[in-house]
């Protein structure tokens, strides 16, 4: 009954929460929703701030004092994706709508459902937790957090704790908690070149050079056909993963295949993996991405036009002990080295990787409590194949480990940053309970 | 005296004809200025038809009963480019416009003027010429002659001739006369490759196949880093330039590798190449060009995609003896032979190229009449570096040698297919003149 409760306070201030419009890309009611967040963490008894950065939107920043002695830092962001495509919706992204006992709204899932039930758990503690809670609320997450970095390096004080709870995952369809521990890097580059003042006729292509076919060919330069990628250096700082790490993804619930296949029509994995391995290649293979390129026409019928200019854009995603500003270095040497020195290289966004030992003891009491509560054992993520741009500045700065537990009401159709966004209520009951006996076994 | 009349006969027939917005590429003015155009036609004594394809706009066709017993055949086009971007133009596109001694209009330059050009010329030979005249205008030219190969076949009774004198080309600025004796051929493709459903996001790009990647790899098999097509075969058929053929390269004005550079801001050509090289290239090489590649994301900042389809858009220009379909067959091969079998490959543009000899008797007597109206050794371009598609047909089935006379007042600054397209008053008297030399030289 008293769970049931706490759903319900869940869900009005999920409600209340996804009516504000924050989407940080567009810079939408970011201040107000900061404010209303602010009131939220204040009525449930933190003591709050705003935390500002030149040229970012306000952090809240709480503290809940806790009758015991270990503190656990929180982090969430109130912010959400665009919700473009308007048309796709069925109700407005604005309007959280409930039907067939889900909660429709943009930033239902990702990931404001976890900021009310954090709240609604504290206050089923009944405001009295048994560690002292500290929450980072941010507000540029899902534009990679730009001012993370250094918000962390002005306010370490106000940010230790003897672990960090990241936005949460939640539990697998076979009922296994899911825990990630750690994430890639990344290093986003814009290339550029231009060899003529303007495009020319494809008849002078005999002699005139062609921007397009020198960066086809500088993009050769950076990865093999076979997939490895073909800087020089690239691969030197990459640690192996550990016996312990790999025995974690031998033990992972093998739904990674089917995920990917069931989302993107995948056909044929890259080299032909499946389970083991390509889950092992999610958590410690880096990549370089090409994420657009774009020169010359692209329109209906025939233009031949030999293009004065081409863009190409990419990522690369990191692995310990990689490091952005490093591959920035040996991305241009290689470019240099092959004869591409007139390609321009633009930084675009760049984070460190990082992850929390399987053996930290935080992390192996929020993985412990889970397991005993599900019964089963947790299918646990070394390093996810994304980047949470938070991660880095927290371990660095603050020496905090952390990791994604499954406090959170989400499940893979969830469709985050898609139409449609929802969560089912259904999983609200085990996110909280989680929550709540996580907080109780941290403070034992 | 007669000749100013014929000069301002001339200026008069261009400003009718440019005030009509034909363009070809959105459908404007075409049947409109046919009528005009045979109107004209038949005003200066030609017997006239329109000739029509399916789904192309009427082509003008016209004859005039000459003294001799020799039949030339003009051609020429009604149609012109779209005149975007409007606010580069001085003054309005189709409202034709003398300042500085120059017409401005869409159209002036390619090629109204040459229309004009030739009805005044005929006029001044008191409508009884000294070889019997067809003409043959058509309205597709600027979007690649798509139905001519059709219209030809339909009426090669019609186009029996001594020879063709293509769109004209003019003097150089050293006051050589310029012959244009052939043209490349066109295979224009799009190549796409699609892998996924949708989008993915580019933390998978560990194990999510890419189709950037891959196409971009599919490229590098089709041409060498160095220049070399790389398709198998593809050099194959290309017979060498004959000793007569490179001689005329040699004896070209040096006007070239300076035209390039000014046009589009070259700073070193392909393999360092210059002067002569250069030249023979332009007429002699094939050449895979890139005319667009699109992929992915092209917008500001930083969107970590792994895109699901990619398109490239290539044109090879082609010299005898290839020919686009076997090029077009090659391609498939070349990329099959390489793992490449999922790229779509879609023919957009096909043309044959066409050369007529160097020792053709039509083509001599009108390089010579050049000549000794000049007092100067004309420019001799064996092959231009583009393609006019209307070349072929007439070669294949008609047999007509052809070329590309200096009867046109046009220069190399006239913006053809740019804003302010313009001729140079001062160039009408010059071609004028040349015409109805070249008329009687050909009918004694």
């Given at each position: 009954?008293e769970?049931?409760a706490?759903?319900?306070?869940?869900v009005?201030l999920l409600?209340?929460?996804?009516?504000?419009p924050?989407?940080?890309?567009?810079?939408?009611?970011?201040a107000?929703?900061?404010d209303?967040v602010?009131g939220?963490?204040?009525?449930?008894?933190?003591?709050t701030r705003?935390l500002?950065?030149d040229?970012g939107?306000p952090?809240?920043?709480?503290?809940l004092?806790?009758?015991g002695?270990?503190?656990?830092?929180?982090?969430?962001?109130?912010?959400?994706?665009?919700?473009d495509?308007?048309?796709l919706?069925?109700?407005?992204?604005?309007?959280p709508?409930?039907?067939?006992g889900r909660?429709?709204a943009?930033g239902?899932?990702?990931?404001?459902?976890?900021?009310?039930?954090r709240?609604?758990?504290?206050?089923?503690l009944g405001g009295s937790?048994?560690?002292?809670?500290r929450?980072?609320?941010?507000g540029?997450e899902e534009?990679?957090?730009?001012h993370?970095?250094?918000?962390?390096?002005?306010?370490v004080?106000?940010l230790?704790a003897?672990?960090?709870?990241?936005e949460?995952?939640?539990?697998?369809?076979?009922?296994?908690?899911?825990?990630?521990l750690?994430?890639k890097g990344?290093l986003?580059?814009r290339?550029?070149?231009?060899?003529?003042?303007?495009?020319?006729?494809?008849?002078?292509?005999?002699?005139v050079?062609s921007?397009?076919w020198?960066?086809?060919e500088?993009?050769t330069?950076?990865?093999?056909?076979a997939g490895r990628?073909?800087?020089a250096?690239?691969?030197?700082p990459?640690?192996?993963?550990?016996?312990?790490e790999?025995a974690?993804?031998?033990?992972?619930?093998?739904?990674?295949?089917?995920?990917?296949?069931?989302?993107?029509g995948?056909?044929?994995?890259?080299?032909?993996v499946?389970?083991?391995?390509?889950r092992?290649?999610?958590s410690?293979?880096?990549t370089?991405n090409?994420?657009?390129?774009?020169t010359?026409?692209?329109?209906?019928g025939?233009?031949?036009?030999?293009?004065?200019?081409?863009?190409?854009?990419?990522d690369?995603r990191?692995?310990?002990?990689?490091?952005?500003?490093e591959?920035?270095?040996?991305?241009r040497?290689?470019l240099?080295?092959?004869g591409?020195?007139?390609?321009?290289?633009?930084?675009?966004?760049?984070?460190?990787?990082?992850?929390?030992?399987?053996?930290?003891?935080?992390?192996?009491?929020?993985?412990a409590v889970?397991e005993r509560?599900?019964g089963?054992?947790?299918?646990?993520?070394?390093?996810?194949?994304?980047?949470?741009?938070?991660?880095?500045?927290?371990?660095?700065?603050?020496g905090?480990?952390?990791?994604?537990?499954?406090?959170?009401?989400?499940?893979g159709?969830?469709?985050?940053?898609?139409?449609?966004?929802?969560i089912r209520?259904?999983?609200?009951?085990p996110a909280?309970?989680?929550?709540?006996v996580l907080?109780?076994?941290?403070g034992?």
């Amino acid at each position: 009954m008293e769970s049931e409760a706490a759903e319900r306070e869940a869900v009005g201030l999920l409600e209340r929460l996804c009516r504000r419009p924050s989407v940080s890309a567009e810079g939408g009611a970011l201040a107000e929703t900061a404010d209303l967040v602010e009131g939220l963490l204040r009525a449930a008894g933190f003591e709050t701030r705003q935390l500002v950065v030149d040229g970012g939107p306000p952090a809240v920043w709480g503290e809940l004092r806790g009758t015991g002695g270990r503190t656990v830092l929180l982090y969430n962001h109130y912010d959400v994706q665009p919700p473009d495509p308007l048309e796709l919706w069925e109700t407005p992204p604005f309007e959280p709508t409930i039907r067939d006992g889900r909660l429709y709204a943009r930033g239902a899932a990702d990931n404001k459902a976890q900021i009310a039930l954090r709240l609604a758990a504290l206050h089923a503690l009944g405001g009295s937790p048994p560690v002292t809670i500290r929450w980072i609320i941010e507000g540029e997450e899902e534009v990679g957090s730009p001012h993370f970095d250094e918000l962390v390096r002005g306010n370490v004080e106000l940010l230790r704790a003897d672990g960090c709870l990241w936005e949460g995952s939640g539990f697998l369809p076979d009922g296994r908690p899911e825990f990630v521990l750690g994430v890639k890097g990344v290093l986003a580059v814009r290339l550029d070149l231009g060899l003529l003042s303007g495009d020319a006729h494809s008849g002078s292509a005999a002699v005139v050079p062609s921007a397009a076919w020198r960066l086809v060919e500088a993009l050769t330069c950076l990865k093999e056909p076979a997939g490895r990628i073909s800087v020089a250096g690239f691969y030197g700082p990459v640690r192996e993963p550990t016996p312990g790490e790999l025995a974690a993804i031998a033990e992972q619930s093998p739904t990674a295949d089917d995920q990917l296949r069931e989302a993107y029509g995948v056909r044929d994995f890259v080299d032909g993996v499946s389970g083991e391995e390509l889950r092992r290649r999610l958590s410690f293979e880096p990549t370089c991405n090409l994420a657009g390129f774009h020169t010359g026409y692209g329109g209906p019928g025939v233009k031949t036009v030999l293009p004065a200019r081409a863009s190409a854009w990419l990522d690369f995603r990191l692995v310990p002990d990689q490091h952005p500003g490093e591959v920035l270095d040996r991305v241009r040497a290689q470019l240099d080295a092959h004869g591409f020195g007139a390609v321009e290289v633009t930084t675009l966004a760049s984070a460190e990787p990082a992850m929390t030992p399987l053996d930290d003891p935080f992390a192996a009491r929020a993985i412990a409590v889970a397991e005993r509560l599900a019964g089963k054992r947790a299918s646990i993520v070394p390093s996810a194949a994304g980047t949470l741009p938070i991660v880095a500045p927290l371990q660095q700065h603050v020496g905090l480990p952390g990791l994604s537990a499954p406090d959170n009401a989400v499940y893979g159709g969830c469709s985050a940053h898609a139409p449609n966004e929802h969560i089912r209520l259904e999983d609200l009951g085990p996110a909280l309970r989680y929550f709540e006996v996580l907080l109780k076994e941290l403070g034992s």
